[in-house]
T-cell receptor, first 112, second 112 residues
């Protein structure tokens, strides 16, 4: 069964820093991987989706990479801002599956 | 505006009193699903639907029912709620199971 791990569970950085969030998964047979953002008391907002054939995806200050063979993905946030404070979740869609498996998230705090 | 809506947003009820949480999407998506989110356990899928009249169990289906009679709606039914179903519930939709997922705002359910 696919397991998704996100370390650290929480991260605090000063404003302006570049940072990396990590996601690892146990089964490399995946169809795609998606990064989400969740603000307190709200739903999830999709940030980036990487297909298994891709190495990375970029959207503004965000860059997500995927190394399927090693079971790892990273979300790079450039020039962090207080508005980036949220919980970031990664989710994997296994090959031949119709279900996303989520990590438990990394809670990011960007200090002004 | 493209969106997934859920109602109610907050609900406090008592053990055994049947309830329905509605979910509707206006994006003509084929795939819809329900998740519950609990502290320390993360997001877990309850049921999903590949299309009208096609539903299947997720990881934690016990105590829940769903139906998909129309493409836009995917209600979650708790026929005899119990306190262990107290949770934050999310509905999500996507074009197909392989596409970017869009989440509703969540329904916070408390069962006394």
């Amino acid at each position: 069964k696919q397991e998704v791990t996100q370390i650290p569970a929480a991260l605090s950085v000063p404003e302006g820093e570049n940072l990396v969030l990590n996601c690892s998964f146990t089964d490399s047979a995946i169809y795609n991987l998606q990064w989400f953002r969740q603000d307190p008391g709200k739903g999830l907002t999709s940030l980036l989706l990487i297909q298994s054939s891709q190495r990375e995806q970029t959207s503004g200050r965000l860059n997500a990479s995927l190394d399927k063979s090693s079971g790892r993905s990273t979300l790079y946030i450039a020039a962090s801002q207080p508005g980036d404070s949220a919980t970031y979740l990664c989710a994997v869609l296994g090959a031949g599956s119709y279900q996303l498996t989520f990590g438990k998230g990394t809670k990011l705090s960007v200090i002004p | 505006e493209a969106q997934v809506t859920q109602n109610p947003r907050y609900l406090i009820t008592v053990t055994g009193k049947k309830l329905t949480v509605t979910c509707s999407q206006n994006m003509n998506h084929e795939y819809m699903s329900w998740y519950r989110q609990d502290p320390g356990l993360g997001l877990r899928q309850i049921y999903y639907s590949m299309n009208v009249e096609v539903t299947d169990k997720g990881d934690v289906p016990e105590g829940y029912k769903v139906s998909r009679k129309e493409k836009r709606n995917f209600p979650l039914i708790l026929e005899s709620p119990s306190p262990n179903q107290t949770s934050l519930y999310f509905c999500a939709s996507s074009g197909t199971a392989y596409n970017e997922q869009f989440f509703g705002p969540g329904t916070r359910l408390t069962v006394l």
